[in-house]
Structure formats: C-alpha cells, structure tokens
C-alpha cells in the first residue's frame, strides 16, 4: 500500500536560514511525488511536483525539492527562509490511482 | 490564474441535520475530489469523481456521503445525518486529466464544517 511519512512534526528555524524538510514514500513503481503548503486558515497550495525526468525539481517560493529513488525521500529545501514561510508542509504521493496519500504534515515555524 | 472556490467558508450545524457543501472547480477541469482534515490530523482523501459517476472512494465514504455535479459548474458533498465526528475542514479539488497524467490537482480553500 502507499504511504507518507514526514518524520518531522515542528520544525523551527530562523529567518534566512536554510531548510530542509523530510519526506519519505513508499510505493512500489515510480511514484508522482508532490509538496502542498498550507498557511493558516487557508487551503492547499501547490508547491511543486515530480512526475519523472530530472530528480532535482524547482517550485515556486524558491522551494526545491530532490527525489531520490534509492532512499525513497522526497525533501523539500529553501536555501533561505523567510518569515512569510511558517506555514504547514504536506507531502503527498499519487499511485495507481489519481488519489493523493497525505504525510502527517510537518508545521514550520520561523523566528526573526 | 483559475481557481477552485468553496462556499461557505464555515458552517455550523447541528448532530442529525443535511449538510450540503459546495465547490466550483476549474473550468476546464475534468477530474473532481473531495478530501477532508480532522483538526490536527492529516488530509484524507474521500471520493473522486469522473464522468458524472464516482472512480474511487475511501472507506471514511459511506452511505451518509453523496456526491453530485448538478450542473455545469458546482461539485458538491452532502452529508445526509452529520455526526459529532464529521467536524473537519473539507476540501474540494480539481484536475484537468486524472491518474498518471502529469497534471497537478488544484485544491480550494476548504469548508470547515462544525457539528454541534
């Protein structure tokens, strides 16, 4: 079966430094792999997708985001944060079916 | 840039009562999806939807969920007989072709549904 796993509940960072948030999968063939944001009260942003093709993915908000087919990662990076970017990251995988699986999430918070 | 919209933003209702909460996708958007969050929980997917008919649905989905495309444009989720546990933020979302396709589901901003 398809799965997610964020490892990390809360992280906490100051402001431009860099970020890398985890995500682990488990899926049997090669999976559709996706980062969503979502800043309170709001929904789910779309931060970028992997589908296929180069494992080194550019989002947008500077994010970026590197499959690695051998650990079965997915982590997100921003080299610099800002305070704009507390906000909670989903993980999510799309299998056999256009369903997406959700990791647990893991909330940003970002100090000046 | 196009988006899915969700009304109402909030509702309250009380233990037994028909809730109806409604979506419109992207226009050109084929594909449609409702997923809902338990305070503090993760996104759980509930239903999909495709050619006025139901691809895929979770076990969360039962008798008390329906789904329909009324029109050209709204997508909605009715809970006939809502329960203390059916408090969450739902959300809709849309995509222009479905599984394996390279294309991204657009989500709304949520209906987050108070059962009192």
């Known amino acids: 079966a398809q799965s997610v796993t964020q490892p990390d509940i809360h992280i906490t960072v100051s402001e431009g430094a860099s970020l890398e948030l985890r995500c682990n999968y488990s899926?049997?063939?090669?999976?559709?792999l996706f980062w969503y944001v979502q800043s309170p009260g709001q929904g789910l942003q779309l931060l970028l997708k992997?589908?296929?093709?180069?494992?080194l993915v550019q989002g947008i908000k500077g994010f970026e985001a590197e499959f690695k087919r051998s650990q079965s990662s997915f982590n997100l990076r921003k080299p610099s944060v800002h305070w704009s970017d507390a906000a909670e990251y989903f993980c999510a995988v799309e299998g056999d079916t256009d369903k997406l699986i959700f990791g647990t999430g893991t909330r940003l918070q970002v100090f000046p | 840039e196009p988006e899915v919209t969700q009304t109402p933003s909030h509702q309250v209702t009380q233990m037994g009562q028909e809730v109806i909460l409604r979506c419109v996708p992207i226009s050109n958007h084929l594909y449609f999806y409702w997923y809902r969050q338990i305070l503090g929980q993760k996104v759980e997917f509930l239903v999909s939807f495709y050619n006025n008919e139901i691809s895929e649905k979770s076990e969360i989905f039962d008798d008390q969920f329906s789904v329909e495309r009324p029109d050209g444009s709204n997508f909605t989720l009715k809970i006939r007989s809502t329960k203390l546990e059916d408090s969450a933020m739902y959300f809709c979302?849309?995509?222009?072709?479905?599984?394996?396709?390279?294309?991204?589901?657009?989500f709304g901003d949520g209906t987050r549904l108070s059962i009192l």
């Open positions: 979302a849309s995509s222009i072709q479905g599984a394996r396709s390279n294309q991204p589901q657009h």
């Open positions: 899926y049997g063939a090669t999976p559709y």
């Open positions: 992997y589908f296929s093709g180069d494992t």
